[in-house]
């Protein structure tokens, strides 16, 4: 009788759970696609804070609709910053995450919060806001230590081309 019960409870917080993860995950569909961007490096960058960035990034879903990946491909001046990322639902936390790769070797892990119109990313040094307006996206990356606030890395707009 207690095996039963057990088995009920657990298939019980299984669908809550993937309920939620479904819904965490498709709060994304917005980003998915392709778009170019363009902006300026911010004053907390090394090179000139007011070096152009161009680039293209696109958004997509893996198989299986349970991961979204970004990769990013862009220029500022003679340098070339590009890379890989995964949205993913972190069920331990019931939150969504994003693990970045780039080129320069950094990884980093952000938590994702999703609202109307674009999300929130956070991570330990550095946090973005990306928000969507249709085909337009705006992007505003930040240099963080302890917590506050530092500086600017970046300020982009991007254009849906797909």
């Given at each position: 009788m207690h095996e039963e019960f057990t088995s009920i409870v657990n298939l019980k917080n299984f669908s809550e759970l993937e309920l939620i993860r479904r819904n965490a995950i498709t709060s994304l569909e917005d980003f998915v696609g392709i778009?170019?961007?363009?902006?300026?490096?911010?004053?907390?960058?090394?090179?000139?804070?007011?070096?152009?960035?161009?680039?293209?990034?696109?958004?997509e879903w893996l198989d299986g609709g349970r991961f979204m990946t970004y990769r990013w491909n862009r220029s500022?001046?003679?340098?070339?910053?590009?890379?890989?990322?995964?949205?993913?639902?972190?069920?331990?936390?019931?939150?969504?995450?994003?693990?970045?790769?780039?080129?320069?070797?950094?990884t980093r892990r952000y938590t994702v919060t999703v609202f109307d119109g674009g999300m929130h990313l956070e991570g330990s040094g550095e946090r973005a806001?990306?928000?969507?307006?249709?085909?337009?996206?705006?992007?505003?990356?930040?240099?963080?230590?302890?917590?506050?606030?530092?500086?600017i890395l970046c300020e982009l707009e991007g254009q849906r081309t797909q």
């Open positions: 778009w170019t961007v363009s902006g300026q490096n911010g004053p907390m960058m090394p090179d000139d804070p007011t070096t152009r960035i161009t680039g293209t990034e696109v958004y500022f001046g003679k340098e070339k910053h590009s890379g890989l990322a995964v949205f993913g639902f972190d069920d331990q936390r019931r939150e969504l995450f994003a693990q970045f790769y780039d080129n320069f070797g950094f806001t990306i928000a969507i307006d249709q085909n337009v996206m705006n992007i505003f990356w930040q240099s963080m230590k302890e917590g506050q606030v530092t500086g």
